[in-house]
């Protein structure tokens, strides 16, 4: 991993549906075949996807790469 920068200010921050309003929030990772690898396809291992998801209706709120860095040129 190294010396990457973790956001690691405040861990789990009141986020909310903003679809139904739930603060019920669980998270999912998406990786396998359906995982984001770069366009240049220089690195052919590609990152997970997190999901964050309302656990009430399902809404996914924010989606985000597992490592970002790899998509850095
Ligand atoms: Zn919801």
Redesign the pocket.
């Given at each position: 991993m190294g010396n990457v920068e973790e956001k690691t200010g405040k861990t789990e921050e009141a986020q909310q549906?903003p679809?139904?309003?739930?603060r019920e929030l669980g998270k999912g990772r998406q990786s396998g075949y359906a995982a984001v690898v770069p366009q240049d396809g220089f690195f052919r291992i590609g990152a997970s996807i997190i999901h964050v998801i309302?656990t009430?209706?399902?809404?996914i709120v924010e989606s985000y790469v597992d490592k970002p860095q790899k998509f850095k040129e």
């Open positions: 549906c679809k139904c309003g739930s309302c009430e209706c399902g809404y």
